[in-house]
């Protein structure tokens, strides 16, 4: 199909929710074979509209055409079988099983009412080959880096004769070398025809890769720009209307004051050890980050540090207090905060109103406790000040959490934590899926702690957050801490090279 075929148009589409219009008469038009990325704040708009071309939502107003053919979706089975095929953010995979069995789940491909793998096999080693996704149908999904999870998801809708690509954050958690190769793949894939729509906050990424780039804010289409038309800071005042921030971290702050200490901790998990041997300090005004691709130990250590799972082997200390065998209710109340890796997951109640999100882990504390019982009006006034202070955008503080954006989500969290004056705060990707406005503000927030004395641990899948933020850097892989690096010389590609094993450990 020649490139001046338009794939998918999508013209005046309008969709509302109670009391908020998430789409405003969008218009989009993507050709056929080529990349074209979207981007916007959390909030503007981004994702109802990709909900609507996958068929999860019906628009409101508006029509949807896929190869100049006017469609109506009332499912993503719908969509799917008009060519289009989505790659969420969260891989939806099942460990347990092979790349084969994750494949075909749903689809199974069957012939006189017998599952036929061999088929499926052959299909899978094609598509492989075809798109240069190289991958061993047999394999268990648990065995594979992230890299080659997101090939498994990318097969997934080839399979199902995806023509278009959604790819949602695909680069959130991949190390530099794992960047280029995705990238080296999309070219591919949308050499042979196959369209990509790319929805990323990481605009130089989008600069890099894209062929078009679609700008949304407050759920219009403000401009369809050519990467050379633009670069990241004309990008960004597109999205924010103002420059792109930097995670940096200025002035030393960094005291002798040892807030956290933590001695050959160890975590098994069935028969292996998940987490072996790791020793690390942390001091007031100090931030130490963690890098390390997503399953090398890090939420264990996460687990272990903040009582959710028991250690092992060795010791945890605050303030010079062994705390390895207090319950994560005792650490929360002895001044550790907690900002979640997955907000859904650990850290809201989506259907609860804020000021019930504001009390998760102080609910037993002033001003959300008298007593043994619940204090609602110290509640509402705690949320209403986090509201006001870190500028969380909602009607109230009687509002369902799972009416705000991710990156109006993220602030509450980080504000949630904040006031509550925690001595050490551990942060698991704290700006992941949020929006350059919002991700100044947490970086702000942090830089503030930090001058303020705050001992703070953050674990990012970014890393130039990492490196524009810490004081000390330390790598895990495989469990172990394998190098210590100084965040002032350190890049991105060699944090990258550490996190894979292509490099050997160094003053770990």
């Known amino acids: 199909m020649s490139r001046d075929t338009v794939a998918v148009e999508l013209a005046g589409i309008t969709k509302t929710f109670p009391g908020v219009v998430a789409n405003d008469d969008i218009h989009l038009r993507v050709r056929s074979g080529e990349i074209h990325a979207i981007v916007g704040e959390n909030g503007a708009g981004k994702s109802t509209l990709m909900k609507i071309l996958y068929g999860m939502l019906r628009p409101d107003r508006g029509t949807i055409a896929i190869d100049g053919r006017e469609v109506h979706f009332r499912s993503p089975k719908d969509a799917i079988a008009a060519g ?87 680069t959130a958690v991949l190390v530099p070398q794992e960047v280029e190769e995705l990238f080296r793949n999309l070219r591919d894939l949308a050499a042979r025809g196959v369209t990509i729509l790319f929805i990323s906050h990481k605009l130089d990424e989008v600069l890099e890769i894209a062929d078009t780039i679609t700008v949304i804010r407050a759920g219009r289409t403000v401009a369809t720009v050519k990467p050379e038309e633009v670069d990241v800071h004309r990008l960004a005042e597109l999205m924010v209307g103002s420059e792109l921030p930097t995670p940096e971290t200025r002035e030393v702050t960094v005291t002798e004051h040892v807030a956290l200490a933590v001695r050959g901790l160890g975590v098994r998990v069935e028969e292996r050890w998940a987490l072996q041997d790791v020793s690390f300090e942390i001091r007031r005004g100090e931030i130490v980050g963690i890098a390390g691709v997503e399953g090398n130990g890090q939420r264990e250590l996460v687990e272990a540090l903040i009582g959710l799972r028991r250690p092992d082997a060795g010791t945890i200390e605050l303030e010079g207090e062994d705390v390895t065998a207090w319950s994560t209710r005792r650490r929360r109340e002895a001044g550790i905060g907690y900002i979640p890796e997955d907000r859904h997951v650990w850290g809201l109640l989506l259907p609860s109103p804020l000021w019930e999100n504001a009390m998760l882990g102080h609910q037993t504390q002033p001003p959300f406790a008298r007593g043994a019982f619940v204090d609602r009006d110290g509640a509402r006034v705690r949320t209403v000040e986090i509201i006001r202070d870190y500028h969380v955008m909602t009607p109230g503080p009687d509002t369902p959490a799972l009416a705000l954006s991710g990156g109006n989500q993220q602030k509450l969290i980080v504000g949630r934590e904040m006031a509550a004056s925690p001595r050490v705060l551990i942060a698991a990707q704290p700006t992941r899926g949020i929006d350059v406005g919002a991700q100044a503000a947490v970086w702000e927030q942090i830089r503030a702690a930090r001058a303020a004395g705050l001992a703070l641990l953050l674990i990012s899948a970014d890393l130039e957050e990492l490196i524009g933020l810490s004081d000390t850097l330390h790598v895990i892989l495989r469990g172990r801490f394998v190098a210590r690096l100084d965040p002032s010389t350190a890049t991105p590609e060699e944090l990258g090279s550490y996190m894979t094993g292509a490099r050997e450990a160094a003053s770990a």
């Not at 969260?90 to 099983?97: E, G, K, S, V």
């Not at 061999?118 to 880096?145: C, F, K, N, Q």
């Open 84 to 170: 289009i095929g989505m790659v969420h953010q969260h891989f939806m995979l099942a460990d347990n099983l092979t790349v084969l069995e994750n494949v075909v789940l749903g689809s199974e491909p069957a012939h006189a009412g017998m599952l036929a793998f061999e088929e499926a096999r052959r299909r899978i080693r094609e598509l492989s080959e075809t798109y240069g996704l190289p991958l061993d149908p047999d394999r268990r999904v648990e065995d594979l880096t992230v890299g080659e999870r997101q090939r498994v998801e990318i097969i997934k809708v080839l399979f199902r004769g995806a023509r278009t690509l959604i790819l949602d954050e695909p």
